[in-house]
Nanobody, 119 residues
Framework: QVQLVESGGGLVQAGGTLRLSCAASERIVRFDGMGWYRQAPGKQRELVAALTGGGTSNYADSVKGRFTISRDNAKNTGYLQMNSLKPEDTAVYYC?????????????WGEGTQVTVSS
């Protein structure tokens, strides 16, 4: 069972930056992909950035050009660099990792980190 722990959230003014981290409890041998999701109060959880096992990244239109998803294999950690933050980016951010193991595909979630952007 892989455990994911997010960190790096906090309170920042509009226009500021944050870098979220998603640390895995063990080395992931067969990484299939990861994503960063967010959920604002009263709204559904949405995907903001995704990274495939092949290294292709995709972004929601609302964050394109401002957010960057990445991964450091040696540190078993994924990141979400968030620049030019806006109040509408305020949400709880969750990381999701997919792992291939024993012929199956397993999906793991972190518990989330709060990001609050003040105007």
């Amino acid at each position: 069972q892989v455990q994911l722990v997010e960190s790096g959230g906090g309170l920042v003014q509009a226009g500021g930056t944050l870098r979220l981290s998603c640390a895995a409890s063990e080395r992931i041998v067969r990484f299939d992909g990861m994503g960063w999701y967010r959920q604002a109060p009263g709204k559904q959880r949405e995907l903001v950035a995704a990274l495939t096992g092949g290294g292709t990244s995709n972004y929601a239109d609302s964050v394109k050009g401002r957010f960057t998803i990445s991964r450091d294999n040696a540190k078993n950690t994924g990141y979400l660099q968030m620049n030019s933050l806006k109040p509408e980016d305020t949400a709880v951010y969750y990381c999701n990792v997919r792992v291939r193991r024993n012929g199956g595909l397993y999906e793991y979630w972190g518990e989330g980190t709060q990001v609050t952007v003040s105007s």
